[in-house]
């Protein structure tokens, strides 16, 4: 289960400079209608056709999408976050930390991203039976006083965390690297990215980012 909040747009000041910088190749700022006392983050409607023919004309042209940033947190589980880390550029990233905070709570069924499956109860079980073991060794974790045992403890646990453990990350990055993810991850077998390309079509001008 993928969740994304607390999404940030920059102001509507700055979507009117970028709205300026797009017009540069073109010498044709007395076409601009783009303004900062729009209710809505959005091009005017001149603006927003020569975007839609930059973005058209591929990325090379469509360099305003890179100014256009947005800031957002998302709760993913650990194998999401293994392949979004291949979008390494244009994008940053601060993670809660599960190395220093592995320990400081137990762990529950809301700490991951496990489908329960009627079909197969077993696999429930198996599942149910890896929270316990993890609990477990927190409790003995957290008791312990030998350091190097303590340290064979939580070696243990982070070895035996599954992939479905959902971690907190707060990420920045553009509208062109967010088209990069959509093109490539909207028919992606993992649910959590058919869930993050949902998000991405919620945002203001997501034609831009989609294609549509």
């Not at 993913?76 to 709570?105: F, Q």
């Not at 762990?107 to 496990?114: A, P």
Request: with cysteine; proline share 5%.
């Amino acid at each position: 289960m993928l969740t994304v909040y607390n999404v940030v747009l920059p102001s509507k000041e700055w979507l009117v400079s970028v709205a300026r910088g797009m017009r540069n190749s073109y010498n044709s700022w007395d076409k601009m209608d783009t303004n900062a006392d729009t209710e809505e983050f959005i091009f005017g409607p001149s603006d927003y056709e020569l975007a839609k023919k930059l973005v058209k004309a591929g990325p090379s042209h469509a360099k305003f999408m890179r100014m256009i940033p947005v800031i957002f947190d998302i709760s993913a589980p650990l194998y999401w976050w293994k392949e979004m880390d291949t979008y390494k550029i244009g994008t940053v990233r601060n993670s809660c930390s599960t190395m220093h905070k592995i320990t400081s709570k137990e762990f529950t069924f809301e700490d991951f991203s496990y489908p329960f499956n009627n079909y197969y109860p077993h696999f429930d079980q198996m599942f149910i039976d890896t929270i316990d073991i993890l609990n477990v060794c927190r409790k003995q974790y957290l008791k312990e006083k030998n350091p190097v045992r303590k340290k064979e403890i939580w070696n243990f646990l982070i070895a035996y965390l599954p992939s479905s453990y959902n971690q907190i990350s707060t990420m920045t990055m553009n509208y062109q690297v967010l088209s990069t993810i959509y093109q490539q991850r909207k028919n992606h077998k993992l649910t959590e990215w058919h869930q993050f390309c949902d998000w991405i079509e919620t945002l203001p001008m997501h034609e831009l980012i989609t294609g549509e």
